[in-house]
């Protein structure tokens, strides 16, 4: 299963602050704008994503057994 | 699998709140009371007693548990009742601890139940229990033949398709640089198997039909490997042992990142990732290298993308509520992001079911 789309989507995260403040704002609507070809069920995660979340708090949410 | 010896605690997430204790207690009951009958003599008796010291306590302090709770609130979403489904979680808790036992030889671990015992009184332990005590757990069901006769070929191909991810992992393990998608794909076929085995179990227990049983394996399937992926994280970002990095186990965090490297910053990763097995700073760096590159958020969506694959195999199994509220609130137990409910209707508050691919590429 590859995750070359998503991916590549982290690293615009990483790299572009607009990016960043659009995912925040429309996740999908931005993602949709990249042109990237995401599968359903990857779509369907994107706008349960909380986008708002620092490093810092999603390393906080790491705690699965 | 999620490892009984990296229990942590997520107080309050499970769907059977608080009367978990007691139905834990039924189940583990109910699987003593397998062991006392089917015993051949009484030293095999005392063996199979050692390999279960432990599992309750962890299955009474940790949540969720899967091989509890997914057997009875799938049955309980087919059937209304998730009460008869107790001793059916008994040989689903026989199956998840004979893969346990197999899954700590495996990596070298021996919990400390098993002192005075030989590395093979702990191989048998597991083959009987696997092999013997959880098909003998079925045999005992109230259900006509036929269907029993199912549910042991489930139970027999679910088994090959398990041991089959166990021995990617395992040369996986081996490989010098192994790729995420391997590694995402024997997580598929060791954990997400085992929890296909259960659900699909007991969609059979039910008497659902055949689709359904599909559906509900399905869910199991994308449950159970969001669950490990999510399990490799804690290891990795949370827990202060971080065995992972000791033993150099290969995760999805550190495939995806190295994935990412270019020539001499791979390179460089890699020189990290042989000093973190001994180097305290090391393994320090590696988190902190993760977290900046994207490798956690990355993590974390990979974990949503199976929780939505869950989700959507549960709706197109259509289960009655409100064991189907419990099973949602089971998968959403997986995710990084808890508060953000499913997609639901927005007046009715009923589950939405996508009806077409476009429909849910949509969502």
């Not at chain 2, 009958?37 to 899967?66: I, K, N, Y």
């Not at chain 2, 992972?244 to 990290?272: K, N, Q, S, Y």
Request: hydrophobic share 45%.
């Amino acid at each position: 299963m590859s995750r070359e789309a998503v991916g590549k989507l982290i690293d615009q995260w990483i790299n572009d602050t607009e990016f960043r403040r659009q995912m925040r704002a429309d996740p999908t609507g931005a993602v949709q704008r990249t042109g990237a070809r995401l599968e359903p069920d990857e779509w369907a995660a994107l706008s349960n994503v909380d986008w708002s979340l620092s490093d810092e708090e999603l390393r906080g949410r790491a705690n699965f057994l | 699998m999620m490892k009984t010896d990296t229990a942590h605690h997520r107080q309050g997430r499970s769907p059977l709140a608080g009367e978990k204790v007691s139905v834990v207690e039924e189940v583990f009951a109910e699987v003593r009371s397998l062991v006392r009958r089917h015993a051949a003599d009484e030293g095999q008796r005392h063996l199979l007693e050692t390999a279960l010291m432990g599992l309750e306590p962890h299955a009474c302090r940790s949540e969720p548990v899967f091989f509890v709770e997914l057997p009875l609130l799938v049955y309980g979403a087919i059937r209304g009742d998730a009460r008869p489904a107790v001793p059916l979680a008994a040989a689903a808790t026989l199956l998840f601890l004979g893969a346990d036992i197999f899954d700590d030889l495996a990596d070298g671990d021996r919990p400390v139940h098993w002192d005075g015992r030989s590395h093979a009184e702990i191989t048998l332990a597991a083959a009987n229990v696997l092999c013997a005590l959880t098909p003998l757990a079925l045999d005992a069901l109230p259900a006509p033949p036929e269907r029993k006769v199912a549910m042991q070929a489930t139970l027999a191909t679910g088994l090959l398709r398990m041991s089959a991810g166990q021995h990617s992992d395992v040369t996986v393990r081996q490989r010098n640089q192994t790729s995420a998608a391997d590694i995402e794909a024997a997580v598929a076929g060791k954990s997400g198997e085992e929890l296909a085995i259960f659900a699909a179990l007991a969609a059979q227990f039910a008497a659902a039909s055949g689709e359904q049983v599909e559906h509900y394996a399905a869910m199991g399937r994308a449950l159970g490997t969001g669950a490990q992926l999510a399990s490799d994280c804690y290891e990795l970002f949370t827990d202060p042992e971080s065995r992972d990095l000791v033993h150099g186990t290969p995760t999805l965090p550190i495939a995806l990142h190295r994935e990412r490297l270019g020539g001499a910053e791979r390179e460089a990763f890699e020189a990290l990732l042989v000093r973190a097995r001994t180097d305290e700073a090391a393994r320090g760096e590696i988190r902190r290298q993760l977290i900046a590159g994207g490798g956690l958020r990355m993590c974390a969506f990979i974990v949503e993308t199976c929780r939505q694959g869950a989700l959507r195999s549960l709706a197109f199994a259509n289960p009655r509520e409100p064991g189907a509220g419990a099973l949602r609130e089971l998968i959403g137990s997986i995710s990084f992001f808890p508060l953000n409910l499913p997609s639901a209707d927005p007046v009715s508050g009923a589950w939405h079911k996508p009806q077409t691919q476009e429909e849910q590429i949509i969502r």
